[in-house]
Antibody, heavy 123, light 107 residues
Framework: EVHLLESGGGLGQPGGSLRLSCTAS????????MSWVRQAPGKGLEWVSA????????SYADSVKGRFTISRDNSRNTLYLQLNSLRVEDTAVYYC????????????????WGQGALVTVSS | EIVLTQSPGTLSLSPGERATLSCRAS??????LAWYQQKPGQAPRLLIY???NRATGIPVRFSGSGSGTDFTLTISSLEPEDFAIYYC?????????FGQGTKVEIK
């Protein structure tokens, strides 16, 4: 059974940093692209970033480009999102999600999601 | 960026009724469109991918159709557990984008 578990959320200050982790199980992690999707309180979904199975290809939404960094450690079955230069508008639940099909370089369809990690940016 | 516009914003229906949800793209996304269901406090769940393919374990009452710029999600007969928010999402271009959602509520 596929399982994704996020950790590392919490309160961050404007201009500060946080790191999110997502531990995966139940599938061959390195075969699948992974993504981070966020949802501000009471709002819709925003695709933040994606990374290929090897980690060699990454993509970012314009809203986070240059501030957030996605990475993965396939030996630990773990996905990361480093959030720097935090802004109030980064406040959201951040979901880790798995690409549906193996071998896809840039994730496009997400078939399993974690329960989410809440990031609150406030002074 | 491809903008996805969902309609209606809210759909008020009774259990057993048919639900028809629309998603329109600002430019063609071919068949690269998915539908997700989200209930309060839960992560989204994949229902349909590539416009018309049901994801694993999704009941047959859920169906998707369309191509290009116009897509439809149909729930043939609403069950109590189907009242939720539904999002469409395209994978034709980066950034991947979602529609703003359609809420299906109990009438």
């Amino acid at each position: 059974e596929v399982h994704l578990l996020e950790s590392g959320g919490g309160l961050g200050q404007p201009g500060g940093s946080l790191r999110l982790s997502c531990t995966a199980s139940g599938f061959t992690f390195s075969d699948y692209a992974m993504s981070w999707v966020r949802q501000a309180p009471g709002k819709g979904l925003e695709w933040v970033s994606a990374i290929s199975g090897s980690g060699g290809s990454t993509s970012y939404a314009d809203s986070v480009k240059g501030r957030f960094t996605i990475s993965r450690d396939n030996s630990r079955n773990t996905l990361y999102l480093q959030l720097n230069s935090l802004r109030v508008e980064d406040t959201a639940v951040y979901y880790c999600a798995k690409e549906r099909a193996p071998g896809i370089a840039v994730a496009g369809t997400l078939d399993y999601w974690g329960q989410g990690a809440l990031v609150t940016v406030s002074s | 960026e491809i903008v996805l516009t969902q309609s209606p914003g809210t759909l008020s229906l009774s259990p057993g009724e048919r639900a028809t949800l629309s998603c329109r793209a600002s430019q063609s996304v071919s068949s690269y469109l998915a539908w997700y269901q989200q209930k309060p406090g839960q992560a989204p769940r994949l229902l349909i991918y590539d416009a018309s393919n049901r994801a694993t374990g999704i009941p047959v009452r859920f169906s998707g159709s369309g191509s290009g710029t116009d897509f439809t999600l149909t729930i043939s007969s609403l069950e109590p557990e189907d009242f939720a928010i539904y999002y469409c999402q395209q994978r034709s271009n980066w950034p991947r984008t979602f529609g703003q959602g359609t809420k299906v509520e109990i009438k």
